[in-house]
């Protein structure tokens, strides 16, 4: 009997060592309070709380000109570098083509036979007019010399002249002047190289009409609109170092591959940046009032999912989830943000509480 005591004693022991082990599997948080899992949320922001969209941009000329020639031509001269800042007028390159001056030698010499040509016949008409009043010729043929000199005049003596300044404004074209005011951002010849006609020898680019255009996610359709600033800065300088302001001018209509196209007019802080910003990628930062998905919960409270008990537990802005025992009390709130956002803050308020069923379920 006592035997049978001893064993039942045992028995019961392990049973309840059994079921000891059995609940705390099912229920861990009695074994590993304090322990942190990573939760689903990680992003933290307060819902009254402006925020940033901070992109990359280029910054890109409104106003360019291409330069070309009107025929092919040889590169004889070019007489700036990428970078030069110029005039309106500015002589920048000079080319030459053997068909032109060709051109130009036979141009030359058939105006120069048809003025001496002209010359003859205004001198015959002049000497008729002079005999006429001597009475040595008729009236008739002063008539037919001045008839003469004027068909000479308009016919042969026009047509080599026209020749000649057709030939003369094609070497004209030879010579590259600037359209605008601004700077060489791009010189696509050599002295010695073929210029084609219709292909840019040089780039003129008025920098003092930048813009920055740039791609936001769908996300914000219809929240980004004309003149809102935009702040622009150097990513790879000191953070926060502002390097230009704009406004914004354009806003896409339409979602493209790449998302809502913004454009900015771009104003660098400085003028000796401009050419350094020119096709740079910097960052663009602007700000919005937008009050985003977000919801409150109280860490003081106990929530369980499929098998556990936690909190959550916020570290580093970062939201993890934390194992409990039953009767942990507290008195931190956190606002949790579904999605992307900027400005990651933890509040103590006890009137904010907002039940987000998406993520929790109350115990």
């Known amino acids: ?24 599997l099912s229920h861990r948080y009695l074994f590993s309070s304090g322990s942190t899992v990573d939760g689903k949320v990680t992003r933290l922001e307060r819902h009254d709380v402006v925020s940033n969209i901070i992109t990359s941009c280029e910054i890109i000329p409104r106003t360019q000109q291409e330069l070309k020639i009107a025929g092919n031509g040889i590169v004889k001269k070019i007489h700036v570098n990428v970078g030069n800042k110029v005039k309106k007028g500015t002589l920048l390159a000079e080319m030459e083509s053997k068909d032109i001056y060709g051109e130009l030698s036979i141009a ?85 190289d073929l210029a084609i006609a219709d292909e840019p020898v040089i780039v003129i680019t008025k920098l003092d009409d930048l813009y920055a255009r740039f791609y936001v996610s769908d996300l914000y359709q219809g929240k980004i609109k004309e003149n809102m600033n935009v702040r622009f800065f150097d990513a790879q300088k000191t953070a926060g170092q502002i390097v230009a302001e704009g406004n914004v001018t354009n806003v896409g209509k339409f979602v493209t591959k790449k998302g809502i196209t913004v454009e900015v007019s771009f104003t660098p802080a400085a003028q000796e940046q ?83 069923g998406q993520v929790f379920k109350e115990l």
Do not use: C, W
């Open 108 to 192: 030359t010499g058939m105006l120069n036979k048809a003025s001496r040509e002209l010359a003859i016949k205004k001198n015959y008409y002049d000497s008729a007019k002079i005999k006429y009043k001597k009475d040595l010729i008729s009236l008739k043929e002063v008539i037919e010399a001045k008839q003469d000199l004027k068909s000479t005049e308009e016919d042969s003596f026009q047509s080599a002249q026209n020749k000649y300044s057709e030939v003369m404004k094609k070497i004209s074209t030879l010579k590259l002047y600037s359209d605008i005011s601004g700077y060489v951002t791009q010189v696509n010849k050599s002295e010695g």
């Open 1 to 24: 009997m006592k035997k049978t005591k001893i064993v039942l004693k045992y028995i019961i022991i392990l049973l309840i060592v059994f079921i000891l082990i059995k609940t705390g």
């Open 274 to 356: 401009r050419e350094a910003n020119l096709h740079k990628y910097l960052s663009a930062e602007i700000p919005l009032n937008i009050r985003k998905n977000v919801s409150s919960i109280p860490l003081s409270s106990v929530y369980v999912d499929d098998k556990n008990y936690y909190v959550y537990e916020v570290k580093n802005s970062i939201a993890k989830k934390k194992y409990i025992e039953i009767g942990l009390v507290g008195n931190d709130y956190v606002e949790i943000i579904k999605g992307i956002g900027s400005g990651d803050k933890i509040i103590k308020d006890p009137n904010k509480f907002v039940q987000d």
